[in-house]
């Protein structure tokens, strides 16, 4: 069964919907029979399909309205839901809402389900590590990210392997909390749901909702690793920004290495005057955090986040002449911005304190510094909140002129959301804030068509199918520049997806090749190198960039891999059709093996 012939057997006429709710407490199950229901597919183009199923309430006049699509060059399905009040009238409750509720695999097997998944980004040597979980009779595992950033912890990415050789890939398209759980009854098939974790709400008139998008790609064996493989083809070529029907170019990109708050502009036209007169073979000059007017006491970036002006005495002239010079020496500018957090005493607090979500007390003790240090939360469900962002960061972009849009998130919003949520209403302020977010990247790349936007979130913490969509993720976690991590986060992350890389901080070959991948950042003082260091950063680059096109190839593991420097680690790249491929293999500090033999794809 592939994913084409599961889509007739679920959304084509008599089939039964993979989806599932609870409303005026009776189950869809029992109410959908009930309701009017019309199905309507269209060939869109050669490689792709769609499916609208419409099912409404003559009751209540609640409508369900199930988008499908349809890919025939991968084989796969996507779909996303939406709940529309059209009566006159606020709806009875509607909850536990699942875009996805059914049986997968063979109806009777003693055999184990294998689940293979990721553990996510937590600023850790280990993130992304891949982990299998099996599942017999009468079991079941619950994956769910930690306090509301999609990837944080485990991620939205899952292979469900069957008895056998066969299996499907599943991924959730939500940058909320999700929530995906696994069971079997006896020795039957495994019962998989997912949505978001908590839906208990009713809707007023005209009010539309949507859920998580879900998305299924079916393989056969010869085992889990084929899965892996088609996940990151399907992903490569349909959950990738497009600039110009294009897939988006990766940057290579020099950066500063300096504390972010001595930044100035003197110093960034020094660097850039000095790649250019150097040569330095990268397309993208990357600027980080601390450019902005410093307000709080600490004189810190992390306390002054709500002021969107360049500093007025390190950027007199404010930042337009930094984009300027990078464009003229052939490079792209990124710059770094994080508007979702708001601190005490910045312009935004001041002006729009209405459009802020107050720290909630009793959090966690992990996080409970939010409230102590008085994190604030800008309200992207607030439209008038989120027509100001896009207006203001709209013509910052071109003002400026910003190539990259550095976007950072750095903030637990789960209990934010809660917090504001009323008896009847769980779970809307995550969905509206969850679909504002979406509407603003959509609106920044409609009004600037080749921007390319990173989605940072504290080192790839919101990494799913939807912001995958409209986003890179240029820094995957928080753990940077030590080389086994570096090593670690590539073996893990690109079982899952093709465009992945990091960078290094140092100009050592073993630093720079742990680094490699799709895109790439070198952190270096460029007002102070030597004509030995230049030399090694020409070297790393000229090389990384011959290389970079190789690592979109599909990713195989020679080796295994290791938290401590004890170990030999190797993977490998190989272009669909195996013309042209890449080995990387790396004997850490503390190996005692010298030679290794592994074999090749």
Known sequence: LNSLAWSEEAFGEGGILPVSFIYQGIHSSELLPTWTTTRV???????????????SDPSTGLTMIVEVTERYDFASVEWVVHFVNKGSEATPIIE????????????????????????????????????????????????????????????PLVNIGYPGDSGVMLGIGWTGQWDLKMSRT??????????????????????????????????NGPNYSRGQVYLR????????????????????????????????????????DQISIRSLPVDTFWMDAGW????????????????????????PNGLAPIGDAAHAAGLRYLLWFEPERVMPGTDLFAAAPQWLIAPPAGMPPPIAYQHDNGFYLLDLGN???????????S???????????????????????????????????????????YDYFDALREAHPNLIIDNCASGGRRIDLETMKRSLVLTRSDYLWDPSGQQNHTYNLSKWIATTGIGAASLD??????????????????????????????HHLSEQQELQDLFEGDFVTLTGTTNDNTACVAFEYVLPGGSEGIVQGFRRESCAVETMSVLLV
Not at 294 to 314: E, K, Y
């Open 395 to 437: 013509e910052l972009i071109e003002e400026i002129g910003i190539d990259i849009y550095r976007h950072d998130f750095n903030l637990y919003p789960l209990r934010y959301w809660q917090s504001t949520d009323a008896v009847d209403r769980q779970g809307i302020t995550e969905i509206r804030y969850i679909t504002g977010l």
């Open 41 to 55: 597919r269209e060939r869109l183009v050669e490689s792709k399909a769609t499916r609208t199923i419409t099912s």
């Open 509 to 538: 070959t073993y630093s720079a090749r742990s680094g490699y991948g799709q895109h790439f950042v070198l952190a270096q003082n460029y007002n102070a190198l030597t004509n030995e260091q230049w030399d090694q950063a020409h």
């Open 96 to 155: 536990n809402i699942l875009p996805l509720s059914t049986n997968f695999g063979p109806e009777a097997a003693p055999e184990d389900f294998s689940i293979h998944h990721g553990r996510g980004s937590h600023a850790e040597i280990n993130d992304f590590a891949l982990q299998q979980t099996s599942i017999g009779p009468d079991a079941g595992f619950q994956l769910t990210p930690y306090e509301g950033r999609s990837s944080d912890g485990a991620l």
């Open 292 to 315: 902005f007017e410093l307000t709080d006491a600490a004189q810190s970036w992390v306390g002054s986040v709500g002021n969107f002006n360049p500093d007025p005495i390190r950027f």
């Open 383 to 393: 439209e008038d909140a989120r027509a100001w962002l896009i207006a203001t960061i």
């Open 186 to 219: 006896g020795s039957g098939p495994l019962y998989v749901e997912a949505g978001m974790e908590r839906t208990h709400l009713r809707l007023y008139p005209n009010e539309t909702i949507r859920t998580p998008s879900i998305t299924l790609l079916f393989y």
């Open 233 to 272: 083809r399907l992903l490569k070529a349909h959950y990738t920004p497009y600039t110009n029907n294009q897939p988006v170019s990766p940057p290579i990109a020099a950066a500063p290495l300096a504390i972010f708050e001595t930044v100035d502009e003197a110093s960034m036209l020094g660097m850039i």
